[in-house]
Antibody
Framework: QVQLQESGPGLVKPSQTLSLTCTVS??????????WSWIRQPPGKGLEWIGY???????YYNPSLKSRVTISVDTSKNQFSLKLSSVTAADTAVYYC?????????????WGQGTLVTVSS | DIQMTQSPSSLSASVGDRVTITCQAS??????LNWYQQKPGKAPKLLIY???NLETGVPSRFSGSGSGTEFTLTISSLQPDDFATYYC?????????FGPGTKVDIK
């Protein structure tokens, strides 16, 4: 059974960079059928896709966040990471990592439990 | 960018009711549409992929239909475990977009 676990600071100051890591267990991040994604959800609001990465390093980002987002992968640690720069209070959200099945269909099939990141001084 | 809308934004229903949620895309997305269920404090759970395919382990009272720009999620007989928020999500392009969600609560 694949499991994903987010980790990182729960509090980030405005204008700084938010950094999170997702550790994958029960399966290899280098499996060819999957991409690895970040999604966020502001308190009381809906879901926003941030971006995803293939184990080779290929990335796709939400155009609305592209200028501030970097997603990277470390296959040796079975981890992938998110960096979001120049954060503001609007970036306060629960951040989820998820696996994307990427065949003819594409869907998020496994999710982490989510981690709340608050942007505040 | 492809935008998604859902209606209604919320609804109240009773156990045993038939519930239908609609999702609309701003352009033709063929059948590249998934549905998720989210309960408070939990990650979303995949229910339906490719507009009408039931994910393994999901009860058969859930069904999806539609193509192009109009899609529906139907719960044939609402159960206590189904009170949650439901999201549609498109994947026609390399980008993914979620709908704003429909909250289903107890009448």
């Amino acid at each position: 059974q694949v499991q994903l676990q987010e980790s990182g600071p729960g509090l980030v100051k405005p204008s700084q960079t938010l950094s999170l890591t997702c550790t994958v267990s029960g399966g290899s991040i280098s499996s060819g059928d999957y991409y690895w994604s970040w999604i966020r959800q502001p308190p009381g609001k809906g879901l926003e896709w941030i971006g995803y990465i293939y184990y080779s390093g290929s990335t796709y980002y939400n155009p609305s966040l592209k200028s501030r987002v970097t997603i990277s992968v470390d296959t040796s640690k079975n981890q992938f990471s998110l960096k979001l720069s120049s954060v503001t209070a609007a970036d306060t959200a629960v951040y989820y990592c998820a696996r994307v099945y990427y065949g003819r269909q594409r869907y998020f099939d496994y999710w982490g439990q989510g981690t709340l990141v608050t942007v505040s001084s | 960018d492809i935008q998604m809308t859902q209606s209604p934004s919320s609804l109240s229903a009773s156990v045993g009711d038939r519930v239908t949620i609609t999702c609309q895309a701003s352009q033709d997305i063929s059948n590249y549409l998934n549905w998720y269920q989210q309960k408070p404090g939990k990650a979303p759970k995949l229910l339906i992929y490719d507009a009408s395919n039931l994910e393994t382990g999901v009860p058969s009272r859930f069904s999806g239909s539609g193509s192009g720009t109009e899609f529906t999620l139907t719960i044939s007989s609402l159960q206590p475990d189904d009170f949650a928020t439901y999201y549609c999500q498109q994947y026609k392009s390399f980008s993914f977009t979620f709908g704003p969600g429909t909250k289903v609560d107890i009448k």
